[in-house]
């Protein structure tokens, strides 16, 4: 408590740096005054004007901020929520709406044009983008269903990268290293070069490498150290979470004449992570790797995109084509899960290949953003292709297969269980929408998009002994669903530092449909949900104020809404070891945000952000609510209920070139509702934390250098708990993930 009141009074008494976004620096991005313009309308707007509720955040403001990944983002956007996969992988929430692990994501990710639309998988979530050399950072929170599509029912999160520009050379750089107590050292540089090719075209190079220091243990694979986690196991593998992240961009610009700009652009990203970022829950410290053996994981994404822009006198054309692959192929430790089922100690482990393919493309025509009417229209067309396996390997594990339900009919090797599951999903839309100023000071808006959802599944299975792990196979499934989602809103401006508006949206996301449970399971709870699920939507009823002084020294945003949410998306582990995908009812969310940023001189700024949402159960299912462990009135999983931060930062000019400054930031969240499970999680909460990080540094016109300290008070937040059957032995430990022990470090940046 002694050191919250501390950090509370040296964080009011601005001694420290801002988490102070661009939308509570009204715009302020260099400090003179300048409006960052955003796109969340798909028309160019100051951030300020734009009637909804949006946080966006300029290149300079996310170096100010040490914004470099979704986790940073975060705790600097309200009501935004996340849970980690694995490295560089994560399920990100808003407004209480979250995903799932094996559904279609709750919140949309754009980089630039291009949609992160396809499902998370067994071990494999939302790639973190790598905010290096980033234009801005748009989070459009509530839903945007009519001009963004499927999987934005939270909101939309874009990755607006900087492009090309033929007007001269420009290069900029960091590089940095860190220690991780009680574990690792970690080191990254990153770089980005711009060069001018002609007078009407230009390429911009991107790449970034990070070491991400390790800090959990693996120890000996004996059934001592799975059942009882205190036992004397021997260490094998010392920091054994450690992980590397690559990431490469490129980006050509050709202004062919005649207003025609063609942009083709390559995006690159791999993750290779040693283990994965759980550890088990009752050791000390920071735990242990929650595994028997090693669990390697790779993850390679490629982003291909080409967009044209043209303009027709007052009309602007823009197509965008894109193509996504993502691969990836991680090892888990099984055992437990054997031993859970049979109840004898035989290592080994589950193999998950997965890669997906899609096809996006969008045109759309938007008028020019003059006179009293405006507009945009536009088609949309999406497909996803994507294959998950599970190859069960490890000779123990199959003998006690053979000798438990065996004989088998030929040799009994390695693998015991072979499963692969396709899945496509496809969306078709057209959207519209229309701004009309009714007066000076009375907007309306009006939009509609039209969709038509396909889904697909299909799988299959071979195993050493038929018929004990392996349900039969489920042929072609298919789903279609045509629905509309319109949005209202009323925007009144009486004056040019004031925004107040009401609106009503819609959001969706796909369905889809789970594959035959093996019978000699007993999977009583999954085999109770049907083949198929629907699709999820909700309503979105909102009110909204922005306000700032003429000065721009004080920006208040905030906004109150309530979200309809009917046929909620849940993953539910069985306790036979099995999970299964269902509409688990519907809820209700009523929350509210608030952001204030002050600005009394250049060189002190303070800026704090709160969130609320209570989002609970308004419905349940009979067929298997109770079973699962939830009802009526309960709250829905990893929402905290209240979300806030506070910021400062102090910057003091030392010589005519170069200014020193620190900066310190504070974040906390509220305790969490996961797993719905009525196994071992019915009812429980991951507890509230708090995470405080701090900057001292100096910089000039070309260089900066600064020293670091995150999680400077080594909290033990718990980001995400796995229990159940499926991963966890019931009753001795429970996989869970924290946030990273106190990191510091230096970095030093080269500015073009």
Request: hydrophobic content about 35%; some cysteine; overall charge negative.
């Amino acid at each position: 408590m002694l050191k919250r009141t501390l950090l509370i009074s040296l964080l009011s008494g601005c001694a420290f740096a801002p988490a102070a976004h661009a939308q509570s620096e009204a715009g302020v991005e260099d400090g003179s005054g300048g409006d960052i313009v955003v796109t969340a309308q798909r028309r160019e707007s100051r951030l300020q004007d734009v009637p909804q509720a949006v946080t966006a955040f300029g290149s300079e403001t996310l170096e100010r901020l040490a914004i470099r990944d979704t986790e940073s983002l975060v705790r600097n956007t309200p009501s935004l929520t996340f849970t980690p996969v694995g490295p560089g992988e994560s399920n990100v929430g808003l407004r209480g709406l979250t995903t799932d692990l094996g559904l279609a994501p709750a919140v949309a990710v754009y980089i630039n044009d291009t949609p992160f639309d396809f499902r998370t998988d067994a071990y494999s979530g939302t790639p973190n983008i790598d905010l290096f050399d980033m234009q801005r950072v748009e989070v459009l929170r509530g839903p945007q269903g009519t001009l963004f599509g499927s999987s934005s029912t939270g909101g939309t999160i874009r990755y607006i990268t900087n492009q090309p520009d033929p007007s001269g050379f420009d290069a900029h750089g960091e590089a940095f290293v860190n220690s991780v107590r009680g574990g690792g050292e970690g080191y990254g540089t990153k770089a980005a070069v711009n060069v001018p090719l002609s007078a009407n075209a230009a390429l911009r190079l991107t790449g970034t490498y990070e070491k991400i220091a390790g800090y959990i243990d693996r120890y000996d694979a004996t059934l001592a150290g799975l059942t009882s986690p205190q036992s004397d196991d021997e260490v094998v593998e010392k920091n054994a979470n450690d992980a590397t992240i690559f990431s490469l961009r490129g980006a050509l610009r050709l202004e062919a004449g005649d207003d025609l700009t063609i942009t083709p652009s390559l995006f690159f990203q791999r993750i290779d992570a040693d283990n994965p970022i759980a550890t088990q829950s009752n050791l000390p410290g920071f735990g242990r790797a929650s595994a028997i053996g090693p669990e390697p994981s790779r993850t390679d994404l490629l982003v291909a995109n080409l967009t044209v822009e043209k303009s027709f006198g007052n009309v602007e054309l823009v197509s965008s084509s894109s193509y996504l692959h993502k691969e990836s192929d991680a090892t888990l430790d099984y055992t437990a899960l054997g031993y859970n089922i049979l109840g004898e100690f035989a290592p080994f482990a589950s193999l998950t290949p997965a890669k997906a393919d899609t096809y996006v493309q969008e045109l759309r025509l938007t008028s020019s953003n003059e006179g009293p009417f405006n507009w945009i229209a536009g088609v949309y067309f999406s497909h996803t292709d994507q294959e998950l396996g599970q190859i069960f390997v490890g000779q123990a594990f199959t003998d006690l297969i053979d000798a438990t339900f065996g004989p088998a009919t030929g040799p009994v090797g390695p693998i015991s269980y072979d499963y692969i599951q396709r899945t496509s999903d496809q969306q078709l839309a057209g959207f519209a929408e229309v701004n009309f100023d009714v007066s000076e000071t009375v907007e309306l808006i009006a939009g509609l998009r039209v969709y038509r959802l396909k889904n697909t599944l299909e799988a299959s299975c071979t195993e050493v002994v038929p018929g004990i792990l392996c349900g039969p196979d489920t042929p072609r499934i298919t789903a279609t669903k045509t629905s509309a989602s319109p949005r209202f809103t009323v925007n009144f401006r009486p004056n040019d530092h004031t925004t107040l508006y009401a609106t009503v949206s819609r959001g969706f996301r796909a369905g889809g449909a789970n594959a035959t449970v093996p019978p000699a399971l007993g999977c009583s709870l999954a085999e109770s949900v049907g083949a198929i699920f629907s699709p999820d939507s909700v309503w979105n009823y909102e009110a909204g104020a922005k306000l700032e002084t003429p000065d721009r020294v004080l920006t208040v945003n905030g906004a109150a809404y309530r979200i309809e949410q009917k046929g909620v998306q849940l993953a539910i582990p069985d306790p036979c070891g099995s999970t299964f995908f269902a509409n688990a009812g519907d809820a209700r969310i009523d929350g509210a945000e608030l952001e204030v940023s002050l600005r009394p001189s250049r060189h002190v700024t303070v800026s704090g952000q709160l969130s609320y949402a209570d989002a609970r159960f308004t419905s349940v299912p009979d067929t298997f609510g109770a079973a699962a462990g939830y009802t009526e009135g309960d709250r829905t999983p990893e929402t905290p209920r209240w979300k806030f931060a506070l910021s400062s930062e102090l910057r003091y000019p030392v010589s005519d070139a170069w200014e020193v400054y620190a900066r310190g930031s504070w974040q906390h969240v509220g305790r969490t509702p996961f797993a719905i499970d009525g196994v071992v999680s019915s009812g429980r909460f991951r507890p509230a934390y708090d995470i405080a990080n701090f900057d001292i540094g100096a910089e000039n016109g070309g260089v900066e250098v600064s020293l670091f300290i995150r999680n400077a008070f080594d909290k033990r937040g718990i980001l995400a708990i796995g229990s159940g059957a499926v991963s966890t032995i019931v009753g001795a430990y429970e996989n869970v993930t924290y946030a990273a022990p106190r990191t510091i470090g230096l970095s030093v940046r080269v500015k073009g």
